[in-house]
């Protein structure tokens, strides 16, 4: 005990590092599909991809087929994705960092099933995998 009084500091700053290490998996929240579970659902045709980046990005090259709305008109533009609330959902953003947000609102307006692509097209990408202009 005399330790830890010893050296709040180095306590405190061992918490503190660490919670900054747990943040970012506890903020991600929702349901992720790995790159290989994506390809699958996709080639069943069991889902659909929405793509919620800028119209930049989004022109620049995104997943074929997907549906574009950016995240922040997901709201205002959701009832466009009601035909599709039987199938499964992949959102897909650049870095898989502002797909959880908008999986939470898909669920929250009654999608069934909604996940986040893990790793983001820059993932999608690196992998070699298809794109469309």
């Known amino acids: 005990m005399k330790f830890f009084i010893d050296n709040i500091w180095l306590v405190a700053l061992a918490l503190l590092s660490g919670g900054a290490l747990l943040a970012p998996n506890l903020q991600r ?33 995104h997943i074929r087929d ?15 994705l009601d035909k599709f609330k039987s199938k499964s959902v992949i959102v ?18 009654g999608f069934g099933e909604v996940y986040s692509l893990d790793g983001g097209l820059a993932a999608w990408r690196a992998q070699g995998l298809p794109t469309a202009k």
């Open 29 to 61: 929240g929702g349901s992720r599909v790995s790159l290989l579970q994506a390809t699958q659902m996709l080639n069943q045709g069991k889902s659909v991809v929405l793509d919620i980046r800028s119209p930049e990005d989004f022109a620049a090259g």
């Open 92 to 109: 897909v953003c650049s870095s898989g960092a502002q797909s959880a947000r908008a999986a939470s609102q898909l669920k929250s307006a």
């Open 66 to 80: 997907a549906r574009h709305i950016p995240l922040k008109e997901l709201k205002s533009r959701i009832s466009e």
